[in-house]
C-alpha cells in the first residue's frame, strides 16, 4: 500500500542516532577525567563585576606577554661573555669590543625582523606586571580581601612581587650594557656589605672578582626558566584558590558572606577577559612601538672603569637604591674587620619592610581573634589605622623613590644634591606619620559624612522657605541600597585583658603578649577609629517628623 512503512523502516525511526565523533571524544575524557561534572559545577560560577577586579587581569595578561615575547627573544640572544669585535647594522660602535650577549642585543634590536618591538613590549610588559600586582596588592590591603580563608592567596600574590621584582632585575641585567652593569655594580657592593658571609656570597654569585666571566650565563637559566617556572606554578595556585574561595565582592543590596551578584564565568566573563586580554596587549605594543624602552646602544658595552651619568633603574629597586643612596656612610671596624652599616643597613630594611607587608594579614588576624569567613570587602574609610597605614607606605615609597633618583631630581630642577639627600633623610621619618594621621582623619571624616547622609539624606541644594520665615535645605532620603551599603560594617569591640581580678578576688596572670596585643587592638580598632554608625531606633527618630 503506498505510504505504508515497513517493520525495519519504523524500528530504524525509534532507534536513535549514533553519537557523533567529538561526543566520543567527550565521553571517553569524561570517563576517566571527571571533566563534565568538574565544568558543570564550575563553568556558570558567578564573579563580581567591578573595575578594580581587572588589575589581577592586568597582571595575568602581562605576565603571559612577558612569557610569549621572551620566548621569541630566547631564540636569538646568546648568553656568552666571550669578547668580540661589533662589525654590525649600528655604525656608531663598529670596531668596538664587546661581549657576545652585548652583540646579540644589538642584533636583536637591528638585524632581527620585529626583534626591538618584541624586545620593548617585553620590557613595557615587565613594568606593567610589577605595577599591576603592587596596585593589585594594595586593592587587596585597603579593602581587606586577604583575611579568612585567604591569606594563603596574599602570601602567594606577594611572593610573585617579590619574585617579580628579582626577575625583573635578572632581565635587566643580561644585554650587559653599560647601564645593566652599573646596576650589577651596586649590587654586587650590596651583597658584600653582608656581614661574614658577603664575600664567599659574591664570589658565588659572579664566579670570582665582579664583573666575573660567567655571571650572565648563570643569570640566564635563572631568569627564563628558574624563576619564570617557580610563578607559573604560584599564578596557577593563584588563581585556583581564587576560584575556589569564590571572588570577594564590594558591600551593596543582595550580597553577603554566602550569596554573590554578578555574571557566569561562562559565557560572559570569559569573553570580557579575551577582549580585556587583547586590549593589554595592544596597549602594550603600542607602547613598545612608540616609547623607546632601555635603549642599550646608546650606553655602550660595560666597562668597570666606566659608569653612565644619571643610571637608574627600573622604578619597583628604586627604593633600594634610595634607601642606600641618603643613608650616612656609617663604617664600624673591629677585630679586623669593617662593617658597612652605610650599605647594610638600607641593604636589610629593604626586604624587612616587605616582609612586614607580607605578614600583615596574619598580624591583624591574631589582634583581632577573628576566625570568620570574609567575602566581603570593607570600604577603606570605615578601616581608618588600615587604611592609613597603607597610605604611609606607599608616601615611603615615593620618598625614597625620589632618593634613588637625586642626581636627575637635582640637574633637572637645578636644586643641590646634598639639600635632596637631606630631605629624603628628614621626610623618611616625618612624612610617613603625618600621612597616616593626615588618611586616618579624612577617613573619620568620611565616616561622618556617611552618618549625616544615612540620619538626614542627601543635599539636593534646593532652599526651601519655611512659613515662620526661616530658610532650609531640602534634603533627598537616601534608597534602600544605599542604606545597606552605608550602614552593613560590622563595628565589633576590640579585643581586651579584661578584670585583672576574678570575681574571687584572685589576680589573674595577663603575660606581656596579652598586653601587647589588647593595645594594639584599642589603637587599631578602637573608639578613636571609628564613628558609631546609625542604629535603627536613631534612624527612624529622625525620619519620622518632617525634618526636611
Not at 173 to 198: E, K, N
Amino acid at each position: 500500500m503506498y505510504g505504508a512503512r515497513s517493520g525495519n523502516e519504523e524500528t530504524a525511526a525509534r532507534r536513535p542516532a549514533p553519537p557523533g565523533k567529538g561526543e566520543k571524544v567527550a565521553d571517553w575524557a569524561d570517563g576517566r577525567l571527571g571533566l563534565y561534572a568538574l565544568a558543570k559545577a564550575n563553568m556558570r560560577k558567578v564573579f563580581p563585576d567591578h573595575w578594580s577586579f581587572m588589575l589581577g587581569e592586568v597582571c595575568l595578561y602581562s605576565f603571559l606577554i612577558l612569557i610569549l615575547t621572551g620566548v621569541y627573544l630566547t631564540l636569538f640572544f646568546d648568553p656568552s661573555t666571550t669578547e668580540v669585535v661589533y662589525n654590525g647594522s649600528y655604525e656608531p660602535l663598529n670596531g668596538v669590543l664587546m661581549t657576545r650577549a652585548y652583540e646579540s642585543t644589538l642584533d636583536i634590536s637591528f638585524d632581527v625582523r620585529g626583534g626591538l618591538l618584541i624586545r620593548q613590549i617585553h620590557h613595557w610588559a615587565a613594568l606593567v606586571f610589577v605595577t599591576g600586582m603592587l596596585v593589585h596588592m594594595m586593592r587587596v590591603f585597603f579593602t581587606g580581601a586577604f583575611r579568612k580563608p585567604r591569606e594563603l592567596n596574599w602570601v602567594f600574590g606577594w611572593t610573585l612581587l617579590m619574585l617579580g621584582i628579582i626577575t625583573g632585575l635578572t632581565g635587566y641585567s643580561l644585554p650587559d650594557d653599560l647601564l645593566s652593569g652599573t646596576g650589577l655594580r651596586f649590587a654586587h657592593g650590596a651583597i658584600l656589605s653582608i656581614p661574614i658571609v658577603g664575600t664567599y656570597v659574591a664570589f658565588f654569585l659572579f664566579g670570582g672578582e665582579f664583573p666575573g666571566e660567567d655571571f650572565i650565563a648563570r643569570l640566564y637559566p635563572v631568569h627564563i626558566l628558574l624563576l619564570p617556572g617557580i610563578m607559573l606554578g604560584l599564578v596557577v595556585a593563584h588563581l585556583i584558590l581564587v576560584f575556589y574561595h569564590k571572588h570577594t565582592q564590594y558591600p551593596g543590596p543582595g550580597r553577603n558572606q554566602k550569596t554573590v551578584v554578578g555574571m557566569p564565568f561562562l559565557p560572559v566573563y570569559m569573553a570580557k577577559a579575551g577582549g580585556f586580554f587583547f586590549l593589554v596587549f595592544g596597549v602594550l605594543t603600542v607602547m613598545g612601538g612608540i616609547a623607546s624602552i632601555n635603549p642599550v646602544w646608546a650606553f655602550g658595552p660595560y666597562r668597570p672603569d666606566l659608569v653612565t651619568t644619571g643610571a637608574q633603574p627600573d622604578w619597583y629597586l628604586g627604593f633600594s637604591e634610595g634607601l642606600i643612596r641618603v643613608m650616612p656612610g656609617w663604617e664600624l671596624n673591629a677585630w679586623g674587620h669593617t662593617l658597612e652599616l652605610g650599605v647594610f643597613i638600607p641593604f636589610s630594611l629593604f626586604p624587612l619592610i616587605l616582609i612586614a607587608l607580607g605578614l600583615y594579614p596574619f598580624i591583624e588576624a591574631w589582634i583581632t581573634g577573628d576566625k570568620r569567613e570574609h567575602h566581603i570587602l570593607d570600604r577603606p574609610r570605615n578601616m581608618p589605622v588600615r587604611t592609613g597605614l597603607g597610605a604611609a607606605w606607599l608616601s615611603l615609597y615615593a620618598v625614597l623613590l625620589i632618593g634613588g633618583g637625586n642626581d636627575i631630581v637635582a640637574t633637572h630642577l637645578h636644586l643641590s644634591i646634598n639639600a635632596i639627600t637631606w630631605f629624603v633623610r628628614i621626610s623618611f621619618f616625618v612624612v610617613p606619620v603625618l600621612t597616616f594621621y593626615v588618611t586616618k582623619r579624612i577617613c573619620l571624616g568620611l565616616q561622618r559624612r556617611d552618618r549625616a547622609n544615612v540620619l538626614h539624606g542627601r543635599e539636593t541644594g534646593t532652599i526651601k522657605r519655611l512659613p515662620h520665615g526661616a530658610y532650609v535645605e531640602v534634603h533627598e532620603p537616601l534608597s534602600q541600597g544605599q542604606l545597606f551599603t552605608l550602614t552593613q560594617h560590622e563595628q565589633e569591640p576590640p579585643y581586651e585583658i579584661g578584670p585583672l581580678v576574678d570575681a574571687n578576688g584572685v589576680r589573674r596572670r595577663v603575660s606581656p603578649v596579652q598586653r601587647v596585643r589588647a593595645r594594639l587592638a584599642r589603637a587599631m580598632f578602637g573608639p578613636t577609629t571609628r564613628i558609631t554608625k546609625p542604629t535603627v531606633e536613631e534612624y527612624r527618630e529622625v525620619t519620622s517628623g518632617d525634618h526636611h
